[in-house]
């Protein structure tokens, strides 16, 4: 069984560019977590999209968004990217929304010069 | 206070002994925990959920838990040097169903041959 995939592996931007990452959950899962691993702040929780739509997301101002598609599948938008927007960028996905547990991907490392 | 906090370490442990890995939490309502490992470079792997009080052993792993003193463990008998890794203690705080996850920093623990 395939894991959790993301895309593109790698990504240098500039400050104020716009980014978009995307993610593909483990078949048959349906919610999809975003988090952010920036260095010595730890993983950071983004966003969470069950079923098409955003169930929650974490302390992180407006211009990160994101959406889930008719296929389970995700995207990630950054705006007006900030040096301190550098990070592992990692998604997640549970079997339904009544699990708990959460399967990584390989996660997208961006940054922003 | 901090929601979840681990000992940053590192933590050295020779090869073939216990390695005890702790993590305290803050959310008095909390439901789920969870360890993953992260190798340098790599994402999270879940090792470890453990819902209700007690132990949860598989494999060399065992995860404790006691909700009263917000407390959760992570033990590994026979530590061989491929489990030199940062491990990450995550908390689902109260509230039903699914949703982010808070984590702690990590332990970086090593393993000694």
């Known amino acids: 069984e395939a894991g959790v995939t993301q895309s593109p592996t790698h990504l240098i931007k500039t400050r104020g560019q716009q980014v978009t990452l995307r993610c593909s959950p483990i078949?048959?899962?349906?919610?999809v977590y975003w988090y952010q691993q920036a260095l010595g702040l730890g993983l950071q929780f983004l966003l969470w999209?069950?079923?098409?739509?955003?169930?929650n997301r974490g302390n992180f101002p407006p211009r990160f968004s994101g959406r889930q598609f008719p296929n389970y599948s995700s995207e990630l938008n950054v705006n007006a990217l900030e040096l301190e927007d550098s990070a592992l960028y990692l998604c997640?996905?549970?079997?339904?929304?009544?699990?708990?547990?959460?399967?990584f991907g390989p996660g997208t490392r961006l940054t922003v010069t | 206070q901090k929601e979840v906090e681990q000992n940053s370490g590192p933590l050295s442990v020779p090869e073939g002994a216990i390695a005890s890995l702790n993590c305290t939490y803050s959310?008095?309502?909390?439901?789920?925990f969870f360890w993953y490992r992260q190798y340098s470079g790599k994402s999270p792997e879940l090792i470890m959920s453990?819902?209700?009080?007690g132990d949860k052993e598989d494999g060399r792993f065992t995860a404790q838990l006691n909700k009263a003193s917000q407390y959760v463990s992570l033990l590994i008998r026979d530590s061989q040097p491929s489990d030199s890794a940062t491990y990450l203690c995550?908390?689902?705080?109260?509230?039903?169903?699914?949703?982010?996850?808070?984590f702690g920093k990590g332990t970086h623990l090593i393993i000694q041959p």
């Open positions: 078949s048959g899962h349906t919610s």
């Open positions: 997640a996905s549970s079997l339904y929304r009544g699990t708990d547990e959460q399967y």
């Open positions: 959310d008095r309502g909390s439901q789920s």
């Open positions: 999209y069950d079923e098409g739509e955003e169930r």
């Open positions: 995550a908390v689902k705080k109260s509230g039903g169903g699914a949703d982010g996850l808070t």
């Open positions: 453990i819902y209700s009080n």
